[in-house]
């Protein structure tokens, strides 16, 4: 399906206008004419050229009537804010009402389906609020021009888009919409260039339902539509980039579940995981709370496989050296059908990892984030049970030459050889 851009950019080969005919010397003289900046302009054409042109001007309004069809399709529907300062209305999964809020008071209907972190907190507005984009980056509020938002607080920004996002199917739908779900879908990416890059240059201001509005995270990013599935785009230096693509590839060969990356030009690309169920960050259930100990209790108790993907997570987080697993880029997903919580969500997100500020220690004996792991082995028994009866792939020097290989950016090979190996034989140490 084509996107809003797509037919955007295809619209510009065409010439718009009509054309007129002018008699001079009694010789039919042929020209196109538009109107710009409210001034008729003209251009001269042969007359061996006129039927191209009229074709081309059809095709133009063509374009220009489904151009006009999409956004009005587009356009969200202004019951929205009648309801932003009581923000009365009812959260949502899909079309199924999962609690109601008023008056600051919640009423669980299907709670079974709620998201996590109101279940927890019984808090709409901050819930909502978590799901804006991050006001401190710079396309940010170039994108709230853009579409012309006025009131640029968390709680409107995300209202703006109902509360939805990419990765799962919740929103707040306001008391008295007649809303369904298919009409606050998202399915252009009109903004996605202005929100990577910063550049409108050929944008126009419009009321549209953009992703962008609840796009987390502090990296200049976009999602982007491509044959009918999402994949963000993040803006990164050339290590970080190196470090994303090659630490997927090594995650992927070691048999972990990896999100995909992949290289686009100058950006990192990863395709959505969570279209066919909910990704539901960790910090729904733990805040800002990161410390391992904590962090695997509470999983535990949700499932001992979840734990233990947990556990595989953070060993490969030691062994790569990520030191940004922060709550908001590792999770669980849900079914949507049942609400049931499957499974921890694929590795994403290690662009803060490996090489990405410079080449550390080759040492890995005083690391600091094998530090950690050690000491939740050493404080959590069943942490330790679990880890000393579980199977860790073996790392080889084969294994990590091939995965350079494969990587279609270029580093310097013999320091991630003995860094990863360095590493790795000291995590195995702790079985």
């Given at each position: 399906m084509k996107s809003l851009n797509d037919y955007e950019k295809e619209i510009e080969k065409y010439p718009k206008g009509y054309i007129s005919i002018k008699t001079i010397n009694k010789k039919k003289r042929y020209y196109l004419q538009w109107r710009e900046d409210n001034k008729i302009k003209s251009k001269y054409i042969p007359a061996k050229d006129v039927p191209l042109y009229q074709e081309q001007i059809k095709k133009f309004k063509e374009l220009e009537e489904k151009i006009r069809q999409y956004i009005s399709i587009l356009t969200p529907a202004p019951e929205l804010s009648k309801n932003h300062l009581s923000l009365t209305g009812s959260v949502?999964?899909?079309?199924?009402?999962?609690?109601?809020?008023?008056?600051?008071?919640?009423?669980?209907?299907?709670?079974?389906?709620?998201?996590?972190?109101?279940?927890?907190?019984?808090?709409?507005?901050?819930?909502?609020?978590?799901?804006?984009?991050d006001s401190h980056r710079a396309n940010s509020r170039l994108?709230?021009?853009?579409?012309?938002?006025?009131?640029?607080?968390?709680?409107?920004?995300?209202?703006?888009?109902?509360?939805?996002?990419?990765?799962?199917?919740?929103?707040?739908?306001?008391?008295?919409?007649?809303?369904?779900?298919?009409?606050?879908?998202?399915?252009?990416?009109?903004?996605?260039?202005?929100?990577?890059?910063?550049?409108?240059?050929?944008?126009?201001?419009?009321?549209?339902?953009?992703?962008?509005?609840?796009?987390?995270?502090?990296?200049?990013?976009?999602?982007?539509?491509?044959?009918?599935?999402?994949?963000?785009?993040?803006?990164?230096?050339?290590?970080?980039?190196?470090?994303?693509?090659?630490?997927?590839?090594?995650?992927?060969?070691?048999?972990?579940?990896?999100?995909?990356?992949?290289?686009d030009g100058s950006y990192i690309k990863t395709k959505n995981f969570a279209d066919k169920e909910n990704f539901e960050p960790m910090s729904s259930l733990m805040d800002e709370n990161e410390d391992y100990n904590d962090v695997f209790n509470v999983l535990d108790n949700i499932s001992e496989d979840i734990a233990k993907d947990y556990l595989k997570l953070i060993w490969f987080d030691s062994l790569v050296f990520n030191q940004d697993r922060h709550n908001e880029n590792y999770g669980l997903m849900r079914n949507k059908e049942t609400g049931k919580i499957e499974s921890l969500a694929p590795n994403f997100d290690n662009n803060i990892a490996l090489i990405s500020n410079g080449f550390p220690n080759k040492d890995r004996k005083k690391d600091g984030l094998i530090s950690f792991f050690k000491e939740l082995l050493k404080k959590n028994k069943t942490a330790k049970r679990?880890?000393?009866?579980?199977?860790?792939?073996?790392?080889?020097?084969?294994?990590?030459?091939?995965?350079?290989?494969?990587?279609?950016?270029?580093?310097?090979?013999?320091?991630?050889?003995?860094?990863?190996?360095?590493?790795?034989?000291?995590?195995?140490?702790l079985k």
């Open positions: 949502m999964a899909g079309n199924k009402k999962v609690a109601t809020f008023e008056n600051g008071k919640i009423t669980f209907i299907n709670k079974e389906f709620a998201p996590l972190y109101i279940v927890r907190t019984n808090d709409v507005r901050t819930w909502l609020e978590r799901r804006a984009i994108l709230k021009k853009a579409l012309g938002i006025r009131n640029t607080s968390d709680l409107n920004t995300s209202l703006e888009a109902h509360g939805a996002t990419i990765t799962d199917n919740y929103w707040f739908k306001a008391k008295f919409s007649s809303l369904k779900y298919s009409d606050i879908l998202f399915n252009n990416d009109y903004f996605s260039d202005l929100a990577l890059t910063g550049n409108f240059s050929n944008l126009k201001a419009r009321r549209i339902l953009s992703p962008e509005l609840t796009n987390i995270g502090s990296y200049e990013k976009c999602w982007k539509l491509i044959n009918g599935s999402w994949w963000m785009y993040k803006n990164e230096n050339e290590n970080q980039r190196f470090s994303e693509i090659f630490i997927y590839l090594l995650g992927k060969t070691l048999g972990f579940n990896m999100a995909i990356y992949e290289l679990y880890y000393s009866d579980m199977s860790f792939p073996l790392l080889t020097d084969s294994i990590i030459s091939d995965c350079l290989n494969n990587c279609p950016l270029k580093t310097n090979n013999e320091f991630i050889h003995q860094f990863l190996m360095n590493g790795y034989e000291v995590l195995m140490s």
